[in-house]
């Protein structure tokens, strides 16, 4: 008897405590759900709308060397690179007025990173002068280590050799990747007459596409003049064919649309 009233005992605390187990979790988990339905409604009461977009990018996409001309004719190729020059252009969605929300107050290019390398090579980025967009020449001075912070300005006069942009995003940023030492001491077939010094000279070097491709990322991130930031991440795959031509045509143009959204 006494066996039987122990275990009844034992059995019902046993199920009060399981019960009160239950209560206790089923009221941390009921906590969470008001809390996430709270954050969520504060959340909607935010304005998360950007007025920076990336709607283009424009590609330049060549090749140049320097060479020496030997005695018998021949070509020899030293230091041969590839370069691709890029534009990308800040939607700010003024539509001409422009106020402090949708113009620039600081512009800075950061966590560079190669998603895929090229297997020959050296690669670098630059920032380029636009005046001197779809021309092989670059800066070494302009080299990008770890981070490009660009001036912001308002006047109608800039000097564009350094990294600026107007403070309305009338210019885009322009880069420049370049891939050197490609080829060095390379001597040309002797029945070429004249190289010309562009992306033919990949063909010519027997350089293949594949060996070369290459795919960057890096984040841009925009304070307007409320003191407001916005990030975007960008991934950008250096194009060195299309379904019409490739660069050994000489040279690639390309004009991507996208839709990068910054928040």
Same mark, same amino acid.
């Given at each position: 008897?006494? /066996?039987?009233?122990?275990?009844?005992y034992?059995?019902?605390?046993f199920?009060i405590?399981?019960?009160?187990?239950?209560?206790?979790?089923s009221l941390?988990?009921f906590k969470k759900s008001?809390?996430?339905?709270?954050?969520?409604?504060?959340?909607?009461e935010?304005?998360?709308t950007?007025?920076?977009?990336?709607?283009k990018?424009?590609?330049?996409?060549?090749a140049?060397?320097?060479?020496?001309?030997?005695s018998?004719?021949?070509f020899?190729?030293?230091?041969?690179?590839?370069?691709t020059?890029?534009a990308?252009?800040?939607?700010?969605?003024a539509?001409d007025?422009?106020n402090?929300?949708?113009?620039?107050k600081?512009?800075?290019?950061?966590d560079?990173?190669?998603e895929?390398s090229?297997?020959?090579?050296t690669?670098?980025?630059?920032?380029k002068?636009?005046?001197?967009?779809a021309?092989?020449?670059?800066?070494e001075?302009?080299k990008i280590e770890?981070?490009?912070i660009?001036?912001v300005s308002?006047d109608?006069?800039i000097?564009?050799? /350094?990294?600026i942009?107007?403070?309305?995003?009338?210019?885009p940023?322009?880069l420049?990747?370049?891939?050197?030492?490609?080829k060095s001491d390379?001597t040309?077939?002797?029945?070429i007459?004249?190289?010309?010094?562009d992306g033919?000279?990949l063909?010519?070097?027997?350089?293949?596409?594949n060996?070369?491709?290459?795919?960057?990322?890096f984040?841009?991130t925009?304070?307007?003049?409320?003191d407001?930031?916005f990030r975007c991440?960008?991934?950008?795959?250096?194009p060195l064919?299309?379904?019409?031509?490739t660069?050994y045509?000489?040279?690639?143009?390309l004009?991507q649309?996208?839709?990068?959204?910054?928040?």
């Amino acid at each position: 008897m006494h /066996k039987k009233k122990f275990l009844f005992y034992f059995i019902y605390i046993f199920v009060i405590i399981i019960f009160g187990i239950l209560v206790f979790f089923s009221l941390i988990e009921f906590k969470k759900s008001i809390c996430s339905y709270r954050f969520i409604e504060n959340l909607s009461e935010l304005n998360l709308t950007s007025p920076f977009s990336i709607n283009k990018i424009v590609y330049f996409s060549s090749a140049n060397s320097e060479s020496e001309i030997n005695s018998n004719s021949t070509f020899t190729i030293n230091n041969l690179y590839q370069f691709t020059d890029i534009a990308i252009f800040i939607n700010n969605n003024a539509n001409d007025e422009f106020n402090a929300k949708n113009t620039l107050k600081n512009v800075k290019l950061s966590d560079f990173n190669y998603e895929l390398s090229p297997n020959l090579g050296t690669p670098n980025i630059f920032y380029k002068n636009i005046n001197d967009f779809a021309k092989s020449n670059f800066d070494e001075n302009n080299k990008i280590e770890n981070e490009l912070i660009f001036d912001v300005s308002s006047d109608e006069q800039i000097d564009f050799s /350094k990294p600026i942009l107007f403070n309305n995003t009338a210019n885009p940023i322009t880069l420049c990747y370049v891939n050197s030492g490609l080829k060095s001491d390379y001597t040309l077939p002797e029945n070429i007459s004249n190289i010309s010094y562009d992306g033919s000279l990949l063909k010519k070097c027997n350089i293949t596409l594949n060996s070369i491709a290459c795919k960057i990322s890096f984040v841009i991130t925009i304070v307007n003049n409320l003191d407001e930031t916005f990030r975007c991440p960008v991934i950008l795959n250096m194009p060195l064919s299309t379904e019409s031509s490739t660069v050994y045509d000489g040279s690639l143009v390309l004009n991507q649309q996208t839709d990068y959204k910054f928040l």
